[in-house]
Every structure is written in structure tokens, then in C-alpha cells.
């Protein structure tokens, strides 16, 4: 566990050290996450198109449901990464207990809810009357992973926070291991169909959030942390996770907003949007490893008291995110004639995609810099701040993308519009950092 830094600053390459310990693993942490989905789709893809229809249902239900608490992870790295630079690992290691204790208690809320609406839920999305039995079945049943997922979450928040990114990464790849194994063992093995993918998805999600839980208790013990759920110190950690929820909350009503209105243009733009979208995740991941990492760091420095520390971390890692963003912009340029054919063969849609790709590589740079700059507003505990912007984003887009299909423009205008949200998200962001209110120390916010 990293010990608090000394007052003097770290130079520029030991904060380039820092970042890849910390962003490499954490990036393949992250793409370990959404092969949950892959695996299950290419083996009950097996099973018949209806099953698959009634999967595909059935997951987009449940990443939601788990998507939205990923403040669980934000607001425990930054309040564990506070204490570990205060150098009090007793405290870090409590205050993460007690955002485990908030995620088992708000899993247990959800799934209370989720399995009696299941078919509620799948009616909702208009899922055809073959599909519907499929996605109820997975649905109901992998309701039940749904707090091992969010222990998950916390317990990662808590690793980050003790700067160790390399276990969650470990365990990613022993749950994506496990979960292919125990699927194609009870879907065809004990033929169980459907229902045996979602039970081996949720005995993968519990074994996952039981190590994790191992991991974390025997830190626990090691530094004297009670064990015990505290009150206090749970809602203490809701507190912390309202401002982000209403953050997390605002970037997805972006997103759907956006894909509403690629239905509304057409098959050809939807079709277009979804492969776009599905890259644009994609480099979403490598920039959200840099975030991570300024998550961990700059808790860690504000802890220690060591408020240059926090502002040379920041500054170098936002040049890490303009970076970044220029490769990844570079990439997907050079790189578009031969991907564009993997995901379709509709000449249509590959002319309606090409100068939509220009303006997604043109802003990378952007979404590199943003990235960075919300891991450090995180890692520093501004989630007040984080909110408020996000929701003054959400305000900007709305109208400007709802407006595209009477003025126009199609694909292309849609992803400029995409770029005019992460544009306004860049200025408030940097607004911010430049203002220096984020940076409040202590172990403590």
C-alpha cells in the first residue's frame, strides 16, 4: 500500500510511471467488464434467434441497472486514496467498508424491485411476444448477480484507492474465465438453456465480489478496520454518491437522447450511430484508464496535503489526455477502411458512417482532456461541481439534437452535436481546474 508523498513534487517522468502502474491494468480491467455480455451473446446466440432477441433485452436492462451506481467505484477511490495520503490505511480501508455496505444494501433494493416488475420491464421495450419469455427467464435470474455487481464496484473503488489496480484487473479476467466456463457448461452441458447462461453469469459475479471481499477484509484486519457496517459512515458515502449519480444520470440521458434521434433519421443513420457509438465506447475505455488512474493520484496527494503535488499530477495528465486523444483520433482514421467493412457490407451506411468517423477522430483530443479533467474532479471529491455541469451539458445538447432531423444534417450532424456536448463539458471542466476551488485538502473533504 502506497505510503503518503513527500511535500516536494514528483517530476514529470515518475508521474508518467504512476499513471501507466496505474491506467494499463485499469484499462484491461475495463474492457474484461462488457465480454461478460459478448460471451453470453455468442453462446445463446447459438440457441435461436428469439433467445438471443430476449438476451440482448435483458442486458441492456441490467447494465443500466448496474451502470447507474457506478459512483459506488468514483466516491470510494477518492475518499480511500484521501486517507491512504494521509497515511492513515486503518481509515481507508473503513471508509471502504462502508461503501461496500451501501452497495450490498442498494443491491438489495434493486433486485426487491426488479424481480417482481421483470415482465413489466421487458414489456417496456416492446420485446416481441417469442423473445419475451427469454428475457424474462434471464432477466429474473440474473437479477440476483446484481448486488455481487455492485460489491464489485465498491470493492474495485476501494483497490483503486490504495492505488492497486493490478487485482481488480486479476479478477476481471478469473470472472470473464469463469463466466464463459460455467455458461457453456449449463446452456448446453445440463442444457439449460437460457436460464443456464443467467445463473452462470451470477455464480461468476458472486465469486468475483466474494474474492474481492476477501482481498478487503483481510486489509481489514491487518490495520485494525472494523468490519461492522457504521451508520454514519454509509451515509456518509450516499451523500458522497448523489452528486455523481445525478452526473452519471445526465451522461446517459445524453446518450439516449442521441440514439433517439438516429432512430428518428432513419435505418441507414441508426445502423450508422450504433457502429459509431460501439468505437466511440471503445475509446471511451482507454481514455476512462487515464481517468482512473487521476482518480487514485490526486486523492492520494490531497490526503497528503500536497496541493502542488495535486496540481503538477493534473497537469501532466491532462497532456497525457490530449495525447492520447491525438493517437486515438489518428487511429481510428487510418484505421477506418479496414474496420468499417467488420461491422457492415451496406454501401449506404458506409458513406452515411465515413464523415461521421472524421468529426468522432477530430474530437478525440477533446474527449481526452475531458476524461482526464473528470477523474481529477472526482479524485478531489467535487462531485457537487461534476453534477451541476453535467446537468448544464445535458441542457445544452437536448435542443441542439432534437433539432437535427428538421434541419438536417443526419449522422454527421448528430456527431457534431456530440462533440458541441463534450466541447461545453471541456470549458466547465477546465473552468474549474484553472479555478483551483477542486483542490481542498486533508483526509477528509
Known amino acids: 500500500m502506497t505510503q503518503a508523498p513527500t511535500a516536494q513534487p514528483p517530476s514529470p517522468r515518475r508521474h508518467d510511471r504512476e499513471i501507466i502502474a496505474l491506467a494499463v491494468p485499469a484499462f484491461g480491467a475495463l474492457v474484461a467488464e462488457p465480454l461478460f455480455v459478448m460471451v453470453d451473446s455468442a453462446i445463446v446466440g447459438h440457441l435461436g434467434t428469439p433467445q438471443l432477441a430476449g438476451l440482448a433485452v435483458a442486458a441492456a436492462l441490467l447494465t443500466t441497472a448496474v451502470s447507474v451506481f457506478v459512483f459506488l467505484a468514483y466516491a470510494t477511490t477518492a475518499a480511500v486514496a484521501r486517507q491512504v495520503g494521509a497515511g492513515d490505511l486503518a481509515s481507508a480501508v473503513r471508509q471502504g467498508m462502508d461503501g461496500i455496505w451501501l ?31 427469454y428475457a424474462t427467464t434471464y432477466l429474473r435470474i440474473s437479477s440476483f448477480g446484481i448486488p455481487a455487481m455492485l460489491v464489485v464496484l465498491a470493492a474495485t473503488g476501494v483497490l483503486r484507492g490504495l ?34 447462461s443467467a445463473w452462470g453469469t451470477v455464480i461468476a459475479q458472486w465469486g468475483m465480489a466474494l474474492v474481492y471481499l476477501v482481498v478487503v477484509v483481510r486489509g481489514a484486519r491487518r490495520h ?3 468490519l461492522r457496517p457504521d451508520a454514519a459512515g454509509i451515509r456518509a458515502s450516499a451523500q458522497a454518491g448523489v ?8 451522461l446517459r440521458a445524453v446518450l439516449m437522447i442521441a440514439t433517439a ?12 450511430h450504433q457502429i459509431i457509438l460501439s ?74 458512417l465515413l464523415p461521421a468517423l472524421l468529426v468522432v ?17 472526482m479524485g478531489a ?10 446537468v448544464l451539458t445535458l441542457a445544452v445538447f437536448a435542443p441542439v439534437a432534437l433539432l437535427i432531423p428538421s434541419f438536417g444534417g443526419g449522422l454527421t450532424a448528430l456527431w457534431g452535436a456530440m462533440t458541441l456536448m463534450m466541447t461545453v463539458r471541456l470549458v466547465t471542466l477546465w473552468m474549474r481546474m484553472r479555478s483551483g476551488r477542486w483542490i481542498v485538502t486533508g483526509a477528509t473533504r
Not at 490531497?302 to 495525447?323: F, H, K, P, Y
Not at 474527449?367 to 477523474?375: E, T
Open 224 to 226: 485494525g478496520a472494523s
Open 279 to 352: 468505437l466511440w465506447s471503445l475509446t471511451a475505455f482507454a481514455l476512462d484508464a487515464i481517468a482512473i488512474a487521476g482518480q487514485a493520484i490526486i486523492g492520494r496527494y490531497l490526503g497528503a496535503n500536497d496541493a502542488r503535488g495535486a496540481r503538477e499530477a493534473c497537469r501532466r495528465m491532462v497532456q497525457w489526455g490530449v495525447a492520447s486523444g491525438v493517437v486515438l483520433g489518428a487511429l481510428i482514421v487510418l484505421a477506418r477502411p479496414l474496420f468499417v467493412p467488420l461491422f457492415t457490407g451496406d454501401t449506404s451506411v458506409q458513406d452515411t
Open 103 to 133: 452497495a450490498l444494501l442498494i443491491g438489495a433494493a434493486v433486485v426487491a424491485v426488479t424481480v417482481p416488475l421483470t415482465p413489466a420491464l421487458v414489456e417496456i421495450f416492446g420485446t416481441s411476444d417469442t423473445a419475451t419469455p
Open 381 to 390: 471529491g467535487d462531485g457537487r461541481y461534476l453534477a451541476w455541469a453535467m
Open 361 to 377: 477522430a477530430l474530437s478525440q483530443p477533446i474527449s481526452g482532456v475531458v476524461f482526464v479533467l473528470d477523474g481529477v474532479l
Open 163 to 196: 492505488q492497486d489496480t493490478r487485482t481488480p484487473l486479476y479478477v476481471a479476467i478469473g470472472g470473464f474465465a469463469a463466466n464463459g466456463a460455467l455458461n457453456a457448461g449449463l446452456v448446453y452441458g445440463a442444457g439449460l438453456g437460457v436460464a443456464g
Open 261 to 272: 434521434v438516429a432512430a428518428r433519421l432513419g435505418d441507414t443513420d441508426i445502423a450508422g
Open 243 to 250: 452528486p455523481l449519480l445525478v452526473r452519471t444520470l445526465s
